[in-house]
């Protein structure tokens, strides 16, 4: 960009629509840049802007929704995406056995899932993988002799490349990803706090989903309190997580308002079985009978304690709109 991008808050609430809202902070660029270790330390100069310009963070009047309030030309976005996040380190941390780990056991939730309600090897179960990176989901996925049909929704250019060099699935649009459906599984993970609009990519998702089909959602979790927090730092210059950042996440969900919007758009919550083995044996005797029990209440307890806890991550199904 030849000039300093003027940065005012242009952007309606994309909950609700209503341009009504306050702006909670303004973050300065280098905030944000210097702290993610993904970025080029350039990112001024390939972006032309100062590292003192401020990007404002506001929450809407009328909902309550904390979104970036500046929107990203989409050449301005495309440039944090394929430019100034470096290829080499992205891709390393994108591919690292920290991060697979973490998205293979989302995986196992949503075949376990899949295997409860649909019929295998019948025919393939089709998958959408909306966002899907460099393709971690779809490798897992694609071995033969499986029986799923899997494509990929990717918008960025670099991982797009990157998906066809390789031969994977990939398509760059809705129009095309329709084609393919419908689809018995659906997967966003970390996807709907990038995108401007999330209501027409969740609309779309509900019509391109099977009627029996599931939905994987995910997204960071920020409380109000915790976005506080962070802005809180921030204003004093402390460093702070690096999901606030208002050019990538431009959508700051809840683990209410998520459900809230979910629900909206046609999707309600499917209820996880307890998946937990409380070892429970039941031919003990004595004081190990004693300790054995004490050990399932206390395995019992601490499953209900982090099962109850708000998530921001969601096994959805379509629900009946009313
Ligand atoms: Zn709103």
């Keep these: ?22 702006v ?54 495309r440039l944090v995406y394929d430019s100034v996040i470096d290829e080499e380190i992205g891709f390393k941390e994108y591919l690292s056995p920290d991060w697979c780990g973490h998205l293979f056991s989302i995986l196992g939730k949503i075949l376990t899932e899949s295997h409860r309600r649909f019929q295998y090897f019948s025919k393939p179960i089709k ?24 494509v990929g929704l990717e918008k960025s250019e670099r991982a797009l490349t990157f998906m ?50 599931i939905v994987w959602i995910s997204v960071p979790n920020f409380s109000d309190k915790e976005i506080n927090r962070y802005l809180n730092l921030a204003s004093h210059a ?3 997580p690096r999901e606030l950042n208002p050019w990538e996440h431009l959508n700051y969900f809840s683990a209410i308002s998520l459900r809230e919007i979910l629900y909206e758009e ?16 039941p031919n003990l005797q004595g004081i190990y009978k004693f300790k054995n029990a004490l050990g399932v209440i206390k395995r019992l307890l601490i499953s209900y304690f982090f099962r109850s806890r708000p998530r921001t991550h969601l096994l959805l199904e379509k ?3 009313t």
């Design 1 to 22: 960009m030849d000039k300093a991008v003027t940065v005012q808050s242009n952007r309606a609430c994309p909950r609700c629509g209503n341009f009504d809202r306050k």
């Design 24 to 77: 909670l902070s303004k973050l300065k660029a280098k905030s944000f840049c210097e702290i993610n270790s993904t970025y080029r330390k350039n990112y001024s100069d390939i972006l032309g802007i100062k590292p003192d310009t401020e990007f404002p963070i506001a929450k809407c009047r009328d909902c309550g929704f904390i979104y970036s309030s500046w929107l990203p030309p989409t050449k301005f976005l």
């Design 127 to 150: 998958i959408l993988d909306y966002g899907c990176g460099y393709g971690v989901f779809i490798r897992a996925l694609t071995a033969k002799g499986y029986p799923y049909k899997v």
């Design 164 to 213: 066809r060099n390789t031969g994977l699935a990939v398509v760059s649009t809705e129009e095309e990803a329709e084609k393919y459906g419908p689809y018995q599984i659906i997967i966003l993970n970390e996807v709907l706090e990038h995108i401007p609009d999330f209501r027409t990519s969740l609309n779309f998702v509900n019509m391109a989903l099977d009627v029996n089909g």
């Design 238 to 240: 402390n460093p702070f």
């Design 266 to 281: 046609g999707f309600k919550p499917i209820k996880e079985k307890m998946n937990i083995d409380l070892e429970y044996q």
């Design 319 to 321: 629900r009946e709109k």
